[in-house]
């Protein structure tokens, strides 16, 4: 079984629509939840980081950690076509290695 | 501008034929990472490093070398590719409890 397991989609919306993307973990060890961005032929860029339970909101973007669940989603409001992306969750334990371990992505499709 | 620089961006190699992907950082980064990217397995740590002269294996180090002679620079040597190593590999860098910057990628093919 993966430490990190996420759906590849790919997922594809309507403009404007709320999108919910969505990672499951096995270790409850894990204390530093983050999403990643990466566009076609790019690499990954930062989009959210957790820290431990609750919610996060930046703008159009909330990301969300269920850590009794094992399980964190990140919703997308009001999705354009430039959030068309492969989203990458991204979790590590604390101390000094911080060693990240990655979700394999979720392709999304914003159509116009 | 703070980046992640990484050469060359395509390859198409032979086995068996030595090659180094370069990577370079401008951002004083203690910490330096390689990934590879395939499709279906995410991204996987090859080597990372903690700081000058500290390199260590991450969960894929099989046919990979890196060394970190300087702060900046953090190559990746693979001493005789073979097809199994055809993937997407990007580096990364970031402050020991910061967030990760990564390169924009290397696509390499080994025939």
């Known amino acids: 079984q993966k430490e990190v397991e996420q759906d590849p989609g790919p997922l594809s919306v309507p403009e404007g629509a709320i999108v919910s993307l969505n990672c499951t973990y096995s270790n409850s060890a894990f204390q530093y939840f983050m999403w990643y961005r990466q566009y076609s032929r790019k690499g990954p860029e930062l989009l959210m980081y957790?820290?431990?339970?609750g919610n996060k909101e930046d703008g159009r973007f909330t990301a969300q950690v269920d850590k009794s669940s094992k399980y964190i989603s990140l919703f997308i409001r009001d999705s354009q076509p430039s959030d068309s992306a492969t989203y990458l969750c991204a979790m590590r334990y604390g101390g000094a290695t911080n060693k990240l371990i990655f979700g394999t992505g979720t392709l999304l499709a914003v159509q116009p | 501008e703070a980046q992640v620089t990484q050469n060359p961006r395509y390859l198409i190699t032979v086995t068996g034929k030595k090659l180094t992907v370069t990577c370079s950082q401008n951002m004083n980064h203690e910490y330096m990472s390689w990934y590879r990217q395939d499709p279906g397995l995410g991204l996987r740590q090859i080597y990372y490093?903690?700081?000058?002269?500290?390199?260590d294996k991450g969960d894929v180090p099989e046919g990979y070398k890196v060394s970190r002679k300087e702060k900046r620079n953090f190559p990746l040597i693979l001493e005789s590719p073979s097809p199994n190593q055809t993937s997407l590999y990007f580096c990364a860098s970031r402050e020991n409890t910061g967030e990760l910057f990564f390169g924009e990628g290397s696509r390499l093919t080994v025939l």
């Open positions: 490093s903690m700081n000058v002269e500290v390199t």
């Open positions: 957790t820290y431990s339970s």
